[in-house]
């Protein structure tokens, strides 16, 4: 079942959404040559306390597997899910950070791609597609299209500009839990699938690789990398579908 969310429910999402936004801005400036993924998680988790939130992804089971930190630090050919360290950001380097909160009972999720210092043409390249595969997504999000018509654009956008989709890791319905229905897969067949409707709210995360859209896991049980070695993006928002369309809880403006 696809939970339908009133627009008092609704509200309540755009109060943790918007902790989500500010703390993962702040996050994207302090990803700085020098700074370590773990100075990042520190950074992430003193943030949430003072908002009075709480972390939605520390301690997050699946199977045995609990994830130990607040904030997921992935950096370049690693895709999603990067447990933060004491590994020091490179000028050059790309990191995904994906970031969540719990706030009076109901979750928010996003994630972006930011360069570190001076990047060549080609990570530029691969963050702005990624960016607009984001927005083409968000953009299917009315009353009345199908899950398929998401997919799509994010597929006809990433393959016609050479890259690889994810196809291992979707993107997820949000509310009271961080994992809802419906999966959500960055490909498909426009016009086929699950039909969208107000009141549903959704965390759309395209996840595009330079190369192959083939995936390894890491021994940590949780860390997804590229299968060639080569970089990835991530970008989401959690979006609230209206009667007039798309609601981007989570965006920074």
Not at 45 to 62: C, D, L, M, S, T
Not at 221 to 242: C, L, P
């Amino acid at each position: 079942m696809i939970e339908i969310k009133s627009p008092v429910e609704v509200a309540r999402m755009q109060r943790a959404s918007a902790i989500v936004a500010e703390i993962l801005a702040e996050l994207a400036e302090l990803a700085r040559p020098g700074v370590t993924t773990r100075e990042l998680d520190r950074a992430a988790e003193e943030r949430i306390g003072r908002r009075g939130a709480r972390p939605a992804f520390k301690n997050y089971r699946v199977g045995d597997n609990v994830f130990p930190a607040v904030l997921c630090t992935s950096v370049n050919e690693e895709i999603v899910h990067g447990i933060p360290s004491e590994r020091a950001l490179s000028d050059g380097d790309i990191i995904g950070l994906d970031f969540g909160v719990v706030y009076d009972g109901f979750f928010a999720d996003a994630a972006v791609t930011v360069p570190v210092g001076r990047v060549d043409e080609k990570a530029k390249r691969l963050i702005s597609t990624t960016r607009r595969c984001l927005d083409a997504a968000i953009e299917q999000l009315r009353p009345g299209n199908r899950l398929g018509d998401v997919g799509a654009a994010v597929q006809g956008i990433a393959e016609t500009a050479g890259y690889g989709v994810v196809r291992d890791f979707v993107g997820h319905g949000i509310g009271r839990a961080l994992h809802e229905d419906p999966q959500i897969p960055n490909f498909g067949i426009a016009g086929r699938g699950r039909a969208l409707k107000a009141g549903m709210v959704l965390a759309v995360e395209p996840m595009i690789n330079e190369g192959t859209s083939s995936v390894r896991m890491l021994a940590d049980g949780w860390t997804a990398v590229t299968a060639d070695g080569k970089r990835s993006a991530h970008f989401e928002h959690t979006v609230a579908i209206t009667a007039d369309g798309p609601m981007v809880l989570t965006s920074p403006n």
